[in-house]
């Protein structure tokens, strides 16, 4: 069965990190102490569940954690750290710390620990996350020990009901957008201004004018959806958001 440890102290571990093509070494003081922390580890980098949900999970939600106290969220893996380091750019995870646990030392002090060599990983982390003040476990939430690898309690919004279950969620904004359009700058700008986080979808990079089509019913651009309602083009987020 995997240990819960919650009320004990994180592992003390060294972690070797590849910075501006430098070594440099990161303790777990240097990220714990006097900190309010969320943790996830998760199998591998690049991995499909890793990849599509859990990691873009916490960056998206970053902002509802930072207002109720959390001072950072920490990405733990069983990869080095030149894999880590790609990872984090092919996500685009401005408000992740990704760390690598290349020899598994944390992982190991954790118990969480296991062999996956069935899929040719040898020794990874099982899914985890917890909350963690001043270096100190406040809470654990472990998947269930079934096949595969299961995804059920260690997700963003799990941790952020138990946070703060009245948190208030960032609104999740998505723009279609051609390069050199003067209206697609405008609507970023707008967003940009009043602090909301956006994903951008480049026609002919990103997506197809097709792809514009089925979701906007045209083609031009920019198109806005603000939680999955098609809000429209720059005059139309301009009254939505109630600027002048």
């Given at each position: 069965?995997?240990?819960?440890?919650e009320g004990?102290?994180?592992p003390?571990?060294?972690?070797r990190?590849?910075?501006?093509?430098?070594?440099?070494?990161?303790?777990t003081?240097d990220?714990?102490?006097?900190?309010?922390?969320?943790?996830?580890?998760?199998?591998?980098?690049?991995?499909p569940?890793?990849?599509?949900?859990?990691?873009p999970?916490?960056?998206?939600?970053?902002?509802?954690?930072?207002?109720n106290?959390?001072d950072?969220?920490?990405?733990?893996?069983?990869?080095?750290?030149?894999?880590?380091?790609?990872?984090?750019?092919?996500?685009?995870?401005?408000?992740?710390?990704?760390?690598?646990d290349?020899?598994g030392?944390?992982?190991?002090?954790?118990?969480?620990?296991?062999?996956?060599?069935?899929?040719g990983f040898?020794?990874?982390?099982?899914?985890?996350s917890?909350?963690v003040?001043?270096g100190?476990?406040?809470?654990?939430?472990?998947?269930?020990?079934?096949?595969?690898?299961p995804?059920?309690?260690?997700?963003?919004d799990?941790?952020?009901?138990?946070?703060?279950p009245?948190?208030?969620?960032?609104?999740?904004?998505?723009?279609?957008?051609k390069?050199?359009?003067?209206?697609?700058?405008?609507a970023k700008?707008?967003?940009?201004?009043?602090?909301?986080?956006?994903?951008?979808?480049?026609?002919?990079?990103?997506?197809?004018?097709?792809?514009?089509?089925?979701?906007?019913?045209?083609?031009?651009?920019?198109?806005?959806?603000?939680?999955?309602?098609?809000?429209?083009?720059?005059?139309a987020l301009?009254?939505?958001?109630?600027?002048a």
């Amino acid at each position: 069965m995997l240990p819960n440890h919650e009320g004990q102290k994180v592992p003390d571990v060294t972690f070797r990190v590849r910075q501006n093509n430098q070594w440099i070494n990161i303790t777990t003081d240097d990220l714990f102490a006097g900190k309010t922390v969320i943790v996830f580890s998760l199998p591998g980098a690049f991995t499909p569940t890793c990849s599509s949900t859990h990691l873009p999970g916490y960056n998206e939600l970053a902002p509802a954690f930072k207002e109720n106290g959390v001072d950072s969220i920490l990405c733990l893996s069983v990869n080095d750290t030149f894999v880590m380091n790609e990872w984090a750019k092919d996500q685009d995870v401005g408000n992740i710390t990704l760390i690598p646990d290349g020899n598994g030392e944390f992982t190991e002090g954790m118990g969480m620990l296991v062999d996956k060599t069935d899929l040719g990983f040898g020794k990874r982390s099982w899914r985890y996350s917890m909350l963690v003040k001043d270096g100190v476990i406040e809470k654990m939430f472990i998947e269930p020990e079934e096949p595969g690898d299961p995804f059920k309690v260690s997700d963003a919004d799990t941790m952020l009901k138990y946070i703060n279950p009245q948190a208030v969620k960032p609104e999740c904004v998505s723009l279609f957008t051609k390069e050199g359009c003067p209206f697609c700058v405008r609507a970023k700008e707008m967003l940009k201004e009043r602090g909301l986080a956006y994903e951008e979808i480049v026609i002919g990079k990103n997506a197809t004018t097709r792809s514009l089509r089925a979701m906007a019913g045209g083609t031009t651009v920019p198109q806005v959806f603000i939680d999955g309602k098609l809000i429209g083009g720059s005059e139309a987020l301009a009254d939505y958001l109630g600027v002048a």
